[in-house]
């Protein structure tokens, strides 16, 4: 399956963002548990990643 086809089945998309927005309140438990600098650069880092890659398929549509 290409990766456009997958951002525009809204099923496999849908599970795909929830699955995400679950790893997202992981990474804030952490970065609230953590008292290590590297630790907090490490969770900040995962959480924006995260939320970049939900806005793949505005990436991949070409509508941002």
Do not use: P
Not at 29 to 58: M, N, P
């Amino acid at each position: 399956m290409s990766l456009k086809a997958f951002v525009n089945n809204k099923a496999k998309w849908d599970a795909c963002c929830e699955e995400l927005d679950i790893l997202i309140l992981e990474q804030h438990r952490r970065l609230e548990q953590s008292e290590v600098a590297i630790d907090l650069h490490r969770c900040q880092g995962s959480i924006s990643t995260l939320r970049r890659l939900k806005y793949l398929r505005d990436k991949v549509n070409g509508t941002k």
